[in-house]
């Protein structure tokens, strides 16, 4: 069983810069993909971008390309999405995600997490 807990959402301006953190228990983190998905309001629930379990491959939505940066601490069992550049289409709750994986990966698709944070608010005002 694994709990994730995010921290780092808030209220910033267009243009500005939050990074978000994702604490994880247990004492295999480090054989887990992470991934970092967000929903709007009257919005599905999507992929940001995804870490296989060595930080080794990523995946981003095209959406973040070249604005957000999927990392992960295995030593502290920790995530990270800094987010650069942000316009008010980014607004939206954040959820941390994990799933144990055999092989080096980073995991797209929503299906494949079995564990789910309960999500922190980030809110671009133009």
């Known amino acids: 069983q694994v709990q994730l807990v995010e921290s780092g959402g808030g209220l910033v301006q267009a243009g500005g810069s939050l990074r978000l953190s994702c604490a994880a228990s247990?004492?295999?983190?480090?054989?887990?993909?992470m991934g970092w998905f967000r929903q709007a309001p009257g919005k599905e629930r999507d992929l940001v971008a995804a870490?296989?379990?060595?930080?080794?491959?990523?995946y981003y939505a095209d959406s973040v390309k070249g604005r957000f940066t999927i990392s992960r601490d295995n030593a502290k069992n920790a995530e990270y999405l800094q987010m650069n550049s942000l316009n008010p289409e980014d607004t939206a709750v954040y959820y941390c995600?994990?799933?144990?994986?055999?092989?080096?990966?980073?995991?797209?698709?929503?299906?494949?997490?079995?564990?789910w944070g309960q999500g922190t608010q980030v809110t671009v005002s133009s």
């Open positions: 995600a994990a799933t144990h994986v055999v092989g080096d990966v980073a995991l797209s698709n929503e299906r494949d997490y079995a564990y």
């Open positions: 870490i296989s379990e060595s930080g080794r491959y990523t």
């Open positions: 247990g004492r295999t983190f480090s054989s887990y993909a």
